[in-house]
């Protein structure tokens, strides 16, 4: 089993940054895709950002590309996602994820989603 816990949540305003991390303990996670999805309120959760395994592809949904940074430390356990000119619609719950294919965060298939984090919240005051 792999547990994922999140951190780095909380309340800014538009236009500032955030930084959220995600820190994978109990089975590694090495050869595992990881990344962050997110579920505003009363809608479904999105795919936000992922990053390969040994952290040389990553991917972005078009609402975040430009403005997110999602980056894995050398020993791949810790993913962090750096988000820049943030908007009132980044706030949501963010859930860090894992999963041993990276299409299954491209595809945005959260049912198949092999493990996730509880989630942190960020909000985004105007």
């Known amino acids: 089993q792999v547990q994922l816990e999140e951190s780095g949540g909380g309340l800014v305003q538009t236009g500032e940054s955030l930084k959220l991390s995600c820190a994978a303990s109990?089975?590694?996670?090495?050869?595992?895709?990881m990344g962050w999805f997110r579920q505003p309120p009363g809608k479904e959760r999105e795919f936000v950002a992922a990053?390969?395994?040994?952290?040389?592809?990553?991917y972005y949904a078009d609402s975040v590309k430009g403005r997110f940074t999602i980056s894995r430390d050398s020993t791949q356990h810790t993913v962090q996602m750096k988000m820049n000119t943030m908007n009132p619609e980044d706030s949501a719950v963010y859930y860090c994820?894992?999963?041993?294919?990276?299409?299954?965060?491209?595809?945005?298939?959260?049912?198949?989603?092999?493990?996730w984090g509880k989630g942190t919240l960020v909000t985004v005051s105007s």
């Open positions: 109990g089975r590694s996670v090495r050869a595992f895709a």
């Open positions: 990053i390969n395994w040994d952290g040389t592809v990553t």
């Open positions: 994820a894992a999963d041993r294919r990276i299409a299954t965060f491209t595809q945005g298939d959260v049912d198949g989603m092999e493990y």
